[in-house]
């Protein structure tokens, strides 16, 4: 019995041997086809590449208008070329804006029939992988050890929201959203009798200046804001941080809304914190405002700041799944 | 622009001026909220930290096959999280500076009055600029931390920060954020 079955091992091992060298043959002769699943993989690692180490288009036409206002030999333009230098290094060398690659936020548009949960296991190692080259730090705490060792993987992390559309392709947003900056987010209760703020876009509007205030420079400003008006509590804050996904060039369609986004901005410019906060011209960069319904009882106003390294991008895939289009 | 070098000088410090642009080289130790949590819970720090700068600072650190460290990306994190604890690492270990982003509070300023030290501002989100100025990286402790969490030994080479609280009593935060709140109310 044991000599047959040592004979049938020794057979198998011979067949496998000869199947790949089989398969080398035939690879070296045909170009390389990778599976799709691995084709996702590398489009998601260079999502996260760019996100994380090129500054998008229309956030730095606003960078170089806000340097061209601030007066010379100030600390104010002195901060705001580090940050153009910064940008300009960045991509240079393919290297992260900011060491706090913040929280990992994706959006994915798909269409019906998509496949959730494989998207996840393999975006999942597509993250693990850009922790690995240093394009992500290790940025995942376990919030009861203190450990972080998961590279960047566990309850949380990564964010990945999915969106069912009637188009055929997959569109993958993706957030890269700094600490320092989540941390000077705020949420306010209307009326608020503190600040003489009612139910009202002028109560709105006297509580996203005082977390402008607030903030004062540290959200790593000049920053952009994204505003939720209503919702819960939670549903507020998500839609705060998907304003985000605006371009900063873009209208509001809500004539209401635009015209307060416009004033917030022209205002927060005339308090004076400036870059860093360092005292200067520009203290906000945009403002973008949403609005949900509420209840009767509630009143909430949602503002989640980004700092100036304001890293989101975003990808359509061919079916294929190698990168189609870039979105910003 | 000042120039700061190693090693530094009590004098040194005591000449910088909330607004100054310095270049600082020479030695920096990383530090941010586990090391001043770990040190506030008693534990004496693994490095002798006497006239020495502390960076608030999480870099992505890359470690290579022959065991040598490469930073590849290392500005500063927003320091104000470390108000309650910075005052008593001045007192206890004599530090002459801390570098951070985002200023600090009146305990921090009563701390760099009494022990002659000064918060220096480094630019927030620079982290390529910044990176670009470490030369080297000589040792890590405290490794268990994580390593953001960490406590790394670089050697730096004209590393810019502006002087933004000094040894006097006098702090660009409070200034601005004066300033700012009083435009509000005429804004609102």
């Known amino acids: ?328 | 622009m000042k120039k700061l070098n190693y090693p530094f000088k009590k004098e040194d410090i005591l000449d910088l001026k909330v607004g100054d642009m310095v270049l600082i080289s020479g030695k920096l130790f990383t530090g941010r909220d586990a090391v001043h949590k770990r040190i506030h819970d008693g534990q004496k720090p693994p490095v002798n930290l006497e006239n020495q700068i502390i960076y608030h600072c999480g870099p992505v650190v890359i470690e290579n096959k022959d065991g040598s460290y490469e930073v590849k990306a290392a500005g500063p994190t927003t320091s104000i999280r470390e108000e309650p604890y910075e005052w008593q690492v001045m007192r206890d270990y004599g530090i002459l500076g801390v570098i951070g982003k985002g200023g600090m509070g009146p305990k921090t300023l009563k701390g760099c009055q009494d022990y002659g030290c000064v918060y220096m501002h480094a630019i927030g989100g620079a982290a390529q600029v910044l990176a670009e100025k470490i030369k080297s990286v000589d040792n890590v402790y405290w490794r268990d931390l994580g390593s953001p969490e960490a406590i790394w030994e670089l050697t730096v080479e004209d590393f810019p920060v502006v002087i933004t609280m000094d040894a006097h009593g006098n702090s660009l935060h409070k200034e601005v954020e004066e300033h700012s709140s009083e435009a509000l109310k005429n804004l609102l």
């Not at chain 1, 590398?42 to 500054?55: A, F, G, P, Y």
């Not at chain 1, 600390?75 to 060491?99: F, R, V």
């Not at chain 1, 060039?249 to 860093?276: C, F, H, R, W, Y």
Request: net charge positive.
């Open chain 1, 1 to 328: 019995m044991a000599k047959k079955k040592a004979v049938k091992k020794k057979t198998a091992k011979k067949t496998v041997k000869k199947t790949t060298k089989k398969q080398t043959k035939k690879l070296s002769k045909t170009p390389v086809k990778a599976s799709p699943d691995k084709e996702l993989q590398s489009s998601i690692i260079e999502l996260i590449r760019v996100t994380s180490t090129v500054i998008p288009d229309d956030v730095q036409k606003v960078i170089l208008k806000a340097l061209a206002k601030e007066e010379k030999n100030t600390t104010a333009e002195y901060a705001m070329n580090i940050i153009q230098a910064n940008i300009k290094l960045a991509k240079m060398k393919s290297q992260p804006l900011c060491q706090d690659t913040g929280t990992i936020i994706f959006y994915v548009n798909h269409p019906v029939g998509f496949n959730q949960g494989h998207f996840t296991k393999i975006c999942q190692k597509a993250v693990v992988a850009a922790t690995k080259v240093g394009y992500l730090r290790q940025n995942s705490v376990d919030s009861l050890t203190g450990k972080n060792e998961t590279m960047n993987i566990g309850p949380g992390h990564p964010s990945i929201h999915f969106h069912e559309h009637k188009k055929k392709t997959v569109e993958i947003r993706l957030m890269l959203k700094g600490g320092g900056c989540e941390n000077v987010g705020a949420q306010y209760s209307l009326p608020n009798s503190e600040l003489g703020a009612g139910r009202d876009l002028d109560g709105v509007r006297k509580v996203i200046l005082d977390a402008v205030n607030k903030a004062q420079g540290k959200g790593c400003g000049p920053g952009v804001l994204g505003v939720c008006i209503g919702g819960d509590r939670g549903a507020g804050y998500i839609n705060s941080k998907e304003q985000l996904f605006r371009k900063l060039d873009d209208t509001n369609d809500n004539k209401d809304l635009a015209k307060l986004e416009k004033d917030i901005v022209q205002t927060s410019n005339k308090l004076g914190i400036g870059p860093m906060g360092f005292g200067g011209k520009t203290t906000l960069l945009g403002c973008k405002v949403g609005v949900l319904n509420r209840l009767p009882a509630s009143f909430y106003v949602s503002i989640s700041y980004m700092c100036w390294a304001y890293r989101r991008q975003g990808v359509t895939l061919k079916n294929d799944n190698k990168i189609n289009k870039w979105l910003y």
